[in-house]
């Protein structure tokens, strides 16, 4: 039998930091980005990093990457690597990324952006002096990928919800809500910055802005932390949301378990806000509602394909929710997949991320969300974190 031609495409090779949890979801992103959408650029899996050798050889063979590294230094350095993708914990990626755009790479980072606007604020520089070099940084918000994410974007954009009233969302979880669950990184200032407000209320407030196309002004915050004693864990791995109880040693909790706040948009819309790991039953909850003078949006990660619609221009008789099933062709990102009616889930966010990145480097443009964008979002934690100190007085958060 005959094989098929090699592509004449250009190769982007990716480095990826990184195995655990995001690094599978992102390896599956770059295995089947170019497989669906017609590229301009071919995405090569050059090599991933980890620390432990042996650990990161069996991820390059699970997940399909040519080479494994041991230090991110000697990622950043392949000439086979052109783009670095991070999907560590937050203490690292401020020096990772900083490091990879320095040396001429174009980046995509996880979210959080970093563990501090100080960080985040040395990565939009060091961004922008790439960005003069041709090179892309982008951070992966890639909750904005879901396709009813997208469609209910361009509905507030060309004005079906006509003023905006109200943005209301909630990331709910529950992974955390038994006190024997160990004192994982996630739970650890040092690593991760803040606690459930970093980890799901940087996604919700980036949809939130994302959706009403306007930034948070200013915020009233709670936040909590129930349980404040943990044991430690067995061994030194991340696991993403698992992890064992090493033994009898206990070590304290020194991030939020849940953050509760309200906002003002830039337009004078509220917002309110609920991220919490202790929401008993609720496993990855994301719901969003926004209200306008004309209409209603509704949306729920759970029924993720779906967007629910009320046009309040329509005579009260009539009006009521109805269920937009987002699967059609015309839809964002659907040409690509199946014939309509056929769902889509989790994973294809990530494809849908890498096949945005991979455009935005060939045509050179600003990609969305940028690391300007990541820093804001950071603005917004920070300003929450700032509030709850002072118990909910309203801060405003810096332009
Ligand atoms: N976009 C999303 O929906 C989403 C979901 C989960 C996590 N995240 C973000 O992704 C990032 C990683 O989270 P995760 O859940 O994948 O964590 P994880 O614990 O599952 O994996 C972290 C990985 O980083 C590796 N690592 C840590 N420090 C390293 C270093 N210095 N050099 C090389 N490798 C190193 C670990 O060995 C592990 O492979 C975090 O920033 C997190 O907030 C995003």
């Known amino acids: ?10 190769a982007l090779g990716v480095g990826m ?3 655990a949890f995001m690094g599978a979801a992102h390896s599956q992103g770059w295995r089947t980005v170019g497989r669906v959408f017609d590229l301009p650029l071919r995405p090569a899996m050059a090599a991933i990093c980890g620390r432990d050798p042996d650990a990161v050889r069996a991820a390059a063979e ?41 040396a001429g790479k174009h980046v995509l980072c996880e979210k959080p952006l970093a563990n501090s606007v100080a960080e985040a604020e040395a990565m939009v520089e060091a961004a922008r002096r790439a960005r003069e070099r041709g090179q892309i940084a982008m951070v992966g918000f890639n909750y904005r990928r879901t396709p009813a994410i997208a469609h209910a974007r361009r509905m507030v954009r060309d004005g079906r919800l ?18 024997e669950f160990p004192l994982v990184w996630r739970l650890r200032r040092e690593h991760a910055g803040s606690g459930a407000l970093g980890d799901l209320g940087a996604h919700i407030v980036d949809l939130a802005q994302y959706l009403a196309g306007e930034p948070l002004v200013g915020v009233s915050a709670l936040t909590e932390t129930f349980v404040r004693e943990r044991p430690l864990p067995a061994g030194t791995a991340t696991t993403g949301l698992g992890g064992q109880a090493g033994g009898a040693a206990r070590g304290p909790v020194t991030v939020d378990d ?18 919490t790991r202790f ?6 909850a994301l719901r969003i509602e926004l209200n306008g003078e004309r209409g209603s949006l509704a949306f729920d990660l759970e029924r ?3 967007l629910h619609f009320h046009d309040h221009t329509e005579p009260a008789t009539d009006a009521g929710f109805r269920r937009i099933l987002v699967t059609e062709p015309e839809h964002p990102y659907l040409e690509a997949w199946w014939p309509a009616g056929h769902a889509l889930g989790y994973e294809h966010t990530f494809v849908h991320q890498a096949r945005d990145l991979v455009l935005a480097i060939d045509a050179r443009t600003e990609p969305e969300p940028s690391f300007a964008d990541g820093l804001q979002v950071q603005r917004v934690l920070a300003a929450v974190e700032e509030s709850a100190e002072k118990n909910c007085v309203y801060t405003p958060v810096p332009a």
């Open 62 to 102: 699970k997940h399909g990457w040519a080479a494994a590294e041991t230090d991110w230094r000697a990622l950043i350095a392949r000439d086979d690597v052109q783009l670095v993708d991070i999907c560590t914990p937050g203490d690292s990626h401020a020096e990772i990324a900083i490091a990879a755009l320095e």
């Open 17 to 19: 930091v990184g195995y």
């Open 304 to 306: 993720l394909n779906e």
């Open 258 to 275: 849940a953050a509760l706040f309200s906002g003002r948009m830039a337009s004078g819309a509220l917002a309110s806000f609920e991220a």
């Open 162 to 179: 006509g003023v905006l009233r109200h943005v209301r969302v909630s990331y709910l979880q529950d992974w955390i809500v038994d006190p």
């Open 279 to 284: 929401a008993a039953g609720r496993k990855n």
């Open 1 to 10: 039998m005959q094989r098929p031609a090699e592509t004449t495409k250009p």
